[in-house]
């Protein structure tokens, strides 16, 4: 994301609040801000003065030049506050909307927590991350509580598959509570996609099991800092899991019956996708299923690319309707 933009009037006759009147406001400041509220808008999820603060892509402020940026946003009708909330446009049910959501994640953590620590009882987990939702601190009914995992090298599909056979024998296949879309091995643990979607997604991940990992995690995938540059991440105690029952089972599959039971259930699996969504669907660049020995992501709702161009064209209709630029991104 380029936070070094500003804000310069167009040919679409935009309202005279659109860009000479920021007064001591820090126009690149300003831009950063509204890319934030734009984006966390399409999840009608409204923020609170210092999510803005810690999600801007700019790191060359002070907390001060933040709040008479957020001051001239809203003197200019750009932004609107309600309720300790700061939001675009002028649907206000969206602040009911994020509080209640907030509630009831709180209420999942319990079941987040007792989940983590079954995950981190498997044989080869090395670490447990709260994804999705949930690691925003937000759900609704419909929600599933989803889990970032790491493995150990050559055991990411045999782990894989143990924690499928546990959700499906002792859940009957429920994702409410146990959604494990994306694994790495701790060789691998750099993100490869980079944009505002996965910037967003890496730096509110929240670390249940293995705080030392998660931090050699975010060391490998500094890039987010273009995006976040700001944000220190949110750490929950540290779950431990069942270490003698681990141990007892990496001690059976710690030998070339592991390695031979890996290879065939990635196998397995790649012959599963590639029959079930086709070879086409999921070698476009769209595709939200990605897998190799290494890595596995499962996602194949096209959630990022609808995400991203939802984005963009918010950002367009934005700066079309208040006649300003807000840059690349």
Not at 5 to 16: A, E, I, L, R, Y
Not at 19 to 48: C, W
Request: net charge positive; charged share 20%; proline share 3%.
């Amino acid at each position: 994301m380029n936070s070094a933009v500003s804000f310069q009037k167009t040919n679409n006759n935009p309202p005279d609040c659109a860009a000479g009147q920021y007064g001591k406001a820090n126009n690149k400041l300003a831009s950063s801000f509204l890319r934030t509220l734009i984006y966390f808008d399409i999840f009608s999820y409204p923020l609170t003065q210092d999510e803005i603060l810690d999600y801007s892509a700019c790191n060359d402020f002070t907390r001060n030049d933040g709040l008479i940026t957020l001051k001239s946003l809203l003197e200019s009708g750009m932004v609107n506050y309600r309720s300790g909330y700061y939001f675009v446009g002028d649907n206000e049910e969206k602040i009911s909307k994020r509080i209640a959501g907030n509630k009831l994640a709180a209420k999942r953590m319990k079941n987040a927590r007792l989940f983590s620590s079954i995950i981190a009882s498997f044989p080869f987990t090395r670490g447990v991350f709260i994804s999705g939702s949930l690691s925003k601190g937000y759900m609704d009914r419909n929600s599933d509580i989803d889990y970032f995992i790491i493995t150990c090298p050559n055991r990411l599909w045999l782990s894989r598959t143990l924690l499928i056979l546990f959700k499906k024998i002792f859940l009957l296949n429920s994702h409410r509570n146990f959604c494990i879309n994306y694994l790495v091995d701790t060789e691998n643990m750099e993100v490869k996609e980079r944009n505002i979607y996965t910037a967003t997604e890496v730096a509110l991940l929240l670390p249940m099991h293995n705080h030392g990992l998660f931090d050699q995690f975010m060391n490998a995938n500094d890039w987010i800092r273009n995006y976040f540059p700001n944000h220190v991440q949110v750490k929950e105690n540290s779950i431990r899991g069942n270490p003698l029952v681990k141990k007892l089972m990496e001690i059976m599959l710690d030998n070339r019956l592991g390695d031979f039971l890996d290879n065939f259930f990635y196998k397995t699996t790649t012959r599963y996708w590639i029959k079930k969504h086709g070879k086409e669907m999921i070698e476009s660049p769209d595709s939200d299923l990605l897998w190799n020995k290494h890595v596995s992501q499962y996602n194949p709702n096209h959630f990022r690319p609808v995400v991203l161009s939802m984005f963009r064209n918010r950002i367009a209709e934005f700066e079309k309707q208040f006649g300003i630029s807000l840059g690349e991104f």
